[in-house]
């Protein structure tokens, strides 16, 4: 099964920062990944797909990069709102996994 | 209003069984790929099972495969799992999610998740 880790697992962060996570894939998996937000006590919800899409609604100051093994979430100007878990996904090969996530806090 | 609402969750034994469903509306229900994805207290997401949109095809993770079912009923627009020998490393918050078409595994409606307790 492939393997997806993140860093840094933890991040401290000030409202109008730039943060950028990395999700590190064990092998490639060309762009099939996905970035998802959770808040405490809700569900997730899907930011990103194939590397770079933003989904519909989301705000442009979520973007996201990479390809085959390396992969990049940036937040520009961050927001009160933004303050949250952020995992990625692959769902290039069979079975689908999560990295551990990357918990954003307010510093 | 497009939504997915869970129920059936609970308390159950280890060796237990529990059905849980998952309500769906405002969208063509029998046109999409649907899943269970669970989270652990404090962890993270884990993928659980899918099933696509006529219900012909399931896929399962390793950790449940021949444990839990999943399966779906178009006309009732409802998904189900079906979950028996319960361990306690199966309590967690089971979320159901909707494909954005057939099965590709990429989550983009969740429930609010039901949660599911396996204590003696």
């Known amino acids: 099964d492939i393997q997806l880790t993140q860093s840094p697992s933890f991040l401290s962060a000030s409202v109008g920062d730039r943060v950028t996570i990395t999700c590190r894939a064990s092998?490639?998996?060309?762009?099939?990944l996905a970035w998802y937000q959770q808040k405490p006590g809700k569900a997730p919800k899907l930011l990103i797909y194939?590397?770079?899409t933003l989904q519909s609604g989301v705000p442009s100051r979520f973007s996201g990069s990479g390809s085959g093994t390396e992969f990049t979430l940036t937040i520009t100007n961050l927001q009160p709102e933004d303050f949250a878990t952020y995992y990625c996904?692959?769902?290039?090969?069979?079975?689908?996994?999560f990295g551990q996530g990357t918990r954003l806090e307010i510093k | 209003e497009v939504q997915l609402l869970e129920s059936g969750g609970g308390l159950v034994q280890p060796g237990g069984s529990l059905r849980l469903s998952c309500v769906a509306s405002?969208?063509?229900?029998?046109?999409?790929?649907m899943n269970w994805v669970r989270q652990a207290p404090g962890k993270g997401l884990e993928w659980v099972s899918g099933?696509?949109?006529?219900?012909?095809?399931?896929f399962y993770a390793n950790s449940v495969k021949g444990r839990f079912t999943i399966s779906r009923d178009n006309p009732k627009t409802t998904l189900y799992l079906q979950m028996n020998s319960l361990r306690a490393e199966d309590t967690a918050v089971y979320y159901c999610?909707?494909?954005?078409?057939?099965?590709?595994?990429?989550?983009?409606?969740w429930g609010r998740g039901t949660l599911v307790t396996v204590s003696s």
């Open positions: 405002g969208f063509t229900f029998n046109n999409y790929a």
């Open positions: 099933i696509t949109g006529s219900g012909g095809s399931t």
């Open positions: 092998q490639g998996i060309s762009s099939y």
């Open positions: 996904q692959q769902l290039n090969i069979y079975p689908p996994a």
């Open positions: 194939s590397a770079s």
């Open positions: 999610a909707k494909d954005p078409s057939v099965l590709n595994f990429r989550f983009d409606l």
